[in-house]
């Protein structure tokens, strides 16, 4: 009887142990499916999601930069700006001593008033010319009428042979001091491009006494360098006062601050839905609590590799396969107050393609 009972004791004893082993069991199975379960989701959703950003840290912004020089040479006269300083579009950055260029600007314009003098001159001896030939031709009508008359007259024996023959030699030589005056009236002519009544400022000499003017104006004028867009000077200690500067020697740089951009270097294999205009986040090592809003500008039709001085050229079967990076160029929105941007930084880009990946990819 008590050994009956005692086990009953016991049955009811376990009964709660096995149900909180069941549960133990089951809790267990559950949070293994589960996570099974979420890996699988969080997998398919980064997969699905992962075909829609273009990401590299293989940028860096760029700007326009430029060597100032200018063709014309020189004694520099003065150097206004200074290393690192903010300038303007159309700012004096240094100058060339002016005496020089001056004097062959004053010599150019004395040239060109020279070259109208010669013009009217010319004009005139043209007009002279004519009056001169028409003077002989007058001349040979009288000596052809006086050899035609003794002519006549010597028949009748009215003059003598010697007369007669005096008035031909007389017509001869008039008639040939004729053709030499309309030679010279010619002659002018030519001078003034066959058109006598011409304005001065047609006349070929004119014009090129003109271009020589006009050079020596714009020698003058690049004798003062100015800048071409809105930039920041550097190593300007380069150029000091008084030094020679020949043209086209190398003065100091500039580089802009309007035109700044980033230059990124996806892999081939990103950039399958990128395309122009789409927008971009970008961050910048310097900056790294701040993103930039960008877009696309342009993705480079041909990689580096293609401009490179000898490109690959994989023309045998021993060849290494290598990921190609093309070049993708990123306009930046820039707002007023934004911090500066420096040619040179590092940056990040993820690009929004708006590309979403489905199931259906998968079969």
Do not use: C
Request: no cysteine.
């Amino acid at each position: 009887m008590s050994q009956a009972v005692s086990r009953f004791r016991d049955d009811v004893a376990d009964r709660p142990r096995a149900g909180a082993r069941s549960r133990r069991k089951l809790v267990r199975w559950t949070l293994m499916a589960g996570g099974v379960i979420a890996v699988v989701v969080g997998g398919g959703a980064w997969w699905l999601a992962g075909g829609r950003w273009v990401d590299t840290d293989d940028a860096y912004v760029q700007a326009d930069s430029m060597t100032v020089s200018t063709d014309v040479s020189g004694i520099v006269a003065s150097i206004p700006v200074h290393e690192g300083e903010a300038v303007a579009k159309g700012q004096v950055l240094f100058t060339l001593d002016p005496q020089k260029f001056r004097i062959a600007l004053d010599n150019a314009q004395a040239d060109l008033a020279q070259t109208r003098l010669n013009i009217e001159s010319e004009k005139a001896d043209y007009q002279a010319a004519l009056r001169n030939a028409d003077s002989r031709r007058q001349q040979v009508n009288a000596d052809q009428a006086t050899y035609d008359r003794y002519a006549a007259l010597v028949k009748s024996h009215a003059v003598t042979q010697q007369e007669t023959d005096d008035a031909r030699y007389k017509l001869a030589a008039d008639q040939q001091a004729l053709s030499a005056a309309e030679a010279q009236a010619r002659a002018q002519l030519a001078k003034l491009d066959g058109n006598p009544d011409a304005r001065v400022e047609d006349m070929p000499s004119y014009k090129q006494a003109q271009a020589r003017l006009d050079e020596a104006k714009r020698e003058m004028d690049h004798s003062v360098v100015r800048a071409p867009y809105d930039g920041i000077v550097t190593q300007v200690n380069k150029l000091q006062l008084g030094m020679y500067l020949g043209a086209s020697t190398a003065a100091f740089g500039l580089v802009s601050t309007d035109h700044v951009w980033v230059e990124a270097q996806p892999k081939e294999t990103q950039l399958t839905h990128a395309k122009a205009g789409d927008p971009v986040d970008v961050t910048f090592d310097i900056y790294p609590d701040r993103t930039f809003k960008g877009t696309v500008q342009s993705i480079a039709p041909a990689t580096d590799q293609n401009f490179s001085l000898l490109p690959a050229e994989n023309s045998s079967g021993n060849w290494v396969k290598v990921v190609q990076r093309i070049p993708v160029r990123v306009r930046l929105d820039l707002k007023p107050g934004d911090p500066p941007m420096r040619a040179g930084m590092s940056a990040d880009i993820d690009i929004d393609t708006g590309h979403a990946r489905s199931l259906s990819d998968l079969f």
